[in-house]
């Protein structure tokens, strides 16, 4: 998706741009679906948290020294 530019004024709500969601996918997503994605999420943060524990063991730095 590229890059629109828009001019907003905060005083006139017909200027602000539309929305893009898709409604029909949102109400398609199951609590299924959901739960699922959190699992990911859960998964992919554990992940991280461990590859910057390690990379602070090999570099001899603090834990909270390696952010971002």
Not at 12 to 25: E, K, L, S, Y
Not at 38 to 54: F, L, P
Request: charge should be negative; hydrophobic fraction near 40%.
């Amino acid at each position: 998706m590229g890059t629109t530019r828009v001019k907003i004024d905060l005083y006139d709500r017909t200027t602000m741009p539309a929305g893009r969601i898709d409604f029909t996918m949102v109400d398609a997503t199951s609590e299924e679906d959901i739960a699922w994605q959190i699992q990911e999420d859960d998964a992919e943060a554990k992940r991280d948290a461990e590859t910057r524990i390690n990379l602070a063991r090999r570099i001899g730095a603090a834990h909270g020294a390696i952010c971002n």
